[in-house]
């Protein structure tokens, strides 16, 4: 519960379709593009708020003239910080050039950031180091300008060795062991190869370079360049790239475990991870921002054609749910109603915990992101709080009296606000003892509305590690003295790791999985953990496709509740007087709520990937050597 589950990032493309001059005389300012990046990107800070970085190019300029600009930060606000920096360039232009504030030309030719393709990234700091090296977009510089290739994404690869391995046996010599800088040599690669072959052919042709140039920039077929580069990745992705003249792309992984939604008309192609920051920045219609389709690109050419490509067969479709329960944000139309679904279908088995007892019960939720599980759960008790009403007035026919019928009426679902954050509250000192003093004082509760005889029920988005419900919020919500504490996720129990894109990389952190290695020694079981590691180990040197995810073996001896007893077990102490019951969402729950975004490998172990099963594979191996490393 409110563990700092850590997504990757999330990415935002504009393309101008139109000439600068059209946008400062429409809109008031040539940098229309730059002011809606900066909101695309401020939509998505959920996305990552450890850097942000913005990247634009320049279409048809001169010899000498510069039309790359890319700014990135690691700042506190990173995306501030950008924006900041761009308006501080321009300003100060404006001041000592006054002269061009009406002159397009003369601002593009000049000012820096200013451009027609336009690609924005925000990220988390999972993997590697969060420097500013780190931040997307990344830059493959090149004198050829169909040679640069500026790259952003939202993803994991789970076979960056072998990827890695094919570059070295290109010839290449890559600077840095990362998905992202293996992915984009490998386009380079290809796009390499690609405008070489182009002006081979423009030579015969009788063409000279300088001729050439723009005929490479028709030519190039970005569609046969992402085939040949994506042929072996295995992952889930949303991969964005611009192209020194002025092509741009955005891929998506077959699976469609990555979000990508595109709008496009007359004077603007656009691309994000979330369908509402489109909505909202451009004020368009739900039904005018597409989906992009599994194992597609939608790409735009320099001329500002766009078209979608098949670029790889599309596997059976697993979306990832945790976009639904979590990342994306809670104002997109589908989302929200599934969110109150998932709260909706939480109900009885909450009531179960309560003994039907609404009426001796407080319900809160945490963090905000809950919120609108919250408001599903609480219509659902409504409505059969309602229906228990009807049936009291029918059943006492004429002898009720006006007082009694009032008394009944007037039962309400009792809701209250019971934990706020302290946002200003840093845990800042990293010794263990007094870290944990400051953790369980990140939030303040609500005083006096809870009664001794009271059940108080959270419910959250999901429980990961635990570490927070165990260290703080457990503790802090017995100090108001509730009868029984009932801790209700949204999501169903997290078994294994993540490795598309979620910062869950090992096993021994989830509170499932140390839960279920509790239940075995206490069933004298635990042989089955040896069993399972000679499985996997036997694996290892297995192609991904014959891999099997043994791990399942370590949890199938028990029933959903059996965990959950046993979480509730392993997450309250002595020092906890409520008797505390945590009841997790079912996966069929889950499937009902979200049915177009049914990836939940996190939850049964059933990764769409063949690189899955070696990466769960990988974590159990680690976790049973005792190595502290990432499974991918």
């Known amino acids: 519960m409110s563990d700092a589950l850590k997504h990757e990032c999330g990415i935002a493309m504009i393309r101008l379709l139109k000439p600068l001059e059209f946008y400062k005389e429409k809109y008031g300012s040539a940098f229309y593009g730059v002011n809606k990046m900066y909101l695309m990107m401020e939509k998505q800070h959920n996305r990552g708020q450890d850097g942000a970085g913005f990247a634009s190019i320049k279409l048809n300029t001169n010899p000498g003239e510069r039309y790359i600009s890319r700014v990135r930060s690691v700042a506190q606000q990173p995306i501030q910080d950008i924006f900041g920096q761009i308006n501080e360039r321009v300003n100060k232009a404006f001041e000592t050039n006054p002269e061009y504030k009406e002159d397009v030309a003369a601002q593009k030719r000049n000012l820096p950031y200013i451009g027609e393709v336009l690609l924005g990234h925000v990220r988390y700091g999972t993997f590697g180091k969060n420097s500013v090296e780190s931040v997307h977009p990344f830059l493959r510089q090149n004198n050829w300008m169909h040679r640069n290739l500026i790259m952003a994404g939202n993803f994991n690869m789970t076979n960056v060795k072998e990827l890695f391995s094919n570059l070295i046996e290109l010839g290449q010599h890559p600077k840095e062991y990362t998905d992202t800088i293996t992915i984009m040599e490998k386009i380079g690669h290809f796009l390499d190869d690609a405008v070489s072959k182009i002006y081979k052919d423009l030579k015969k042709e009788g063409y000279n370079k300088r001729q050439a140039s723009p005929l490479i920039a028709e030519r190039l077929k970005v569609s046969k360049i992402l085939k040949r580069a994506a042929k072996n990745w295995d992952g889930g992705y949303a991969m964005a790239g611009l192209i020194g003249h002025g092509d741009s792309f955005v891929l998506r992984d ?30 368009v219609k739900f039904e005018d921002v597409k989906e992009l389709e599994p194992g597609h690109a ?5 001329s500002g054609q766009v078209a979608i490509k098949k670029i790889l067969e599309p596997l059976e479709r697993k979306a990832c749910s945790f976009e639904r329960i979590y990342f994306s944000r809670g104002s997109d139309a589908e989302i929200y109603i599934e969110r109150k679904k998932l709260g909706e279908l939480l109900m009885p088995k909450v009531l179960e915990a309560i003994d039907n007892d609404t009426k001796n019960t407080v319900f809160s939720y945490i963090p905000n992101t809950a ?7 609480i219509e ?8 228990k009403k ?15 019928v009032t008394e009944i009426l007037s ?32 939030y ?31 503790k802090m919500l017995d100090r108001l003295n509730p009868k029984k504490i009932v801790v209700v996720s949204s999501a169903p129990q997290i078994r294994y790791p993540d490795c598309y894109g979620i910062d869950m990389a090992n096993l021994e952190s989830l509170v499932a999985f140390r839960a279920a290695l509790s239940l075995l020694k206490d069933n ?25 995810n043994f791990v399942k073996e370590v949890y199938a001896p028990f029933t959903n509740e059996q965990l959950s007893d046993k979480i509730s077990e392993l997450l309250s102490d002595e020092s906890i007087n409520a008797e505390v019951k945590i009841i997790f969402q079912t996966v069929e729950n889950l499937h009902q709520a979200c049915p177009n975004n049914n990836g939940d490998w996190y939850f049964t172990g059933n990764y769409p990937t063949v690189g899955g099963n070696r990466v769960v594979n990988r974590a159990f191996i680690n976790f049973y050597e005792g190595n502290n490393e990432r499974a991918y």
């Not at 939608?298 to 320099?302: D, L, W």
């Open 411 to 442: 039962e309400r679902t009792r809701v209250e606000k019971i934990a706020i954050k302290d946002v200003k509250l840093r845990t800042f000192i990293t010794e263990d003892s007094s870290r944990d003093d400051l953790v369980a004082h990140v």
């Open 524 to 548: 004298n079981s635990y042989q089955i953990i040896e069993d399972v590691y000679n499985k996997c180990k036997a694996q290892e040197d297995l192609n991904d496709e014959d891999v099997q």
């Open 298 to 302: 939608i790409i735009t050419k320099k």
């Open 371 to 377: 919120e609108t599980s919250f408001f599903g759960m």
């Open 380 to 387: 659902r008790a409504e409505a059969l709080l309602n229906k």
């Open 254 to 283: 077959p699976a469609g475990i990555r979000p990508t939604f595109y709008y496009k008309d007359d004077e603007v192609m656009v691309v994000a991870s979330e369908r509402p920051v489109i909505q909202t920045v451009f004020n």
């Open 444 to 474: 303040d509760v609500t005083y006096g509305v809870i009664k001794p005889q009271d059940n108080l029920v959270i419910i959250d988005d999901s429980i990961v590690r635990g570490t927070t419900l165990k260290k703080s919020i457990l």
């Open 390 to 404: 009807t049936a009291q007035i029918l059943n006492g026919q004429r002898s009720l009296s006006a007082k009694k």
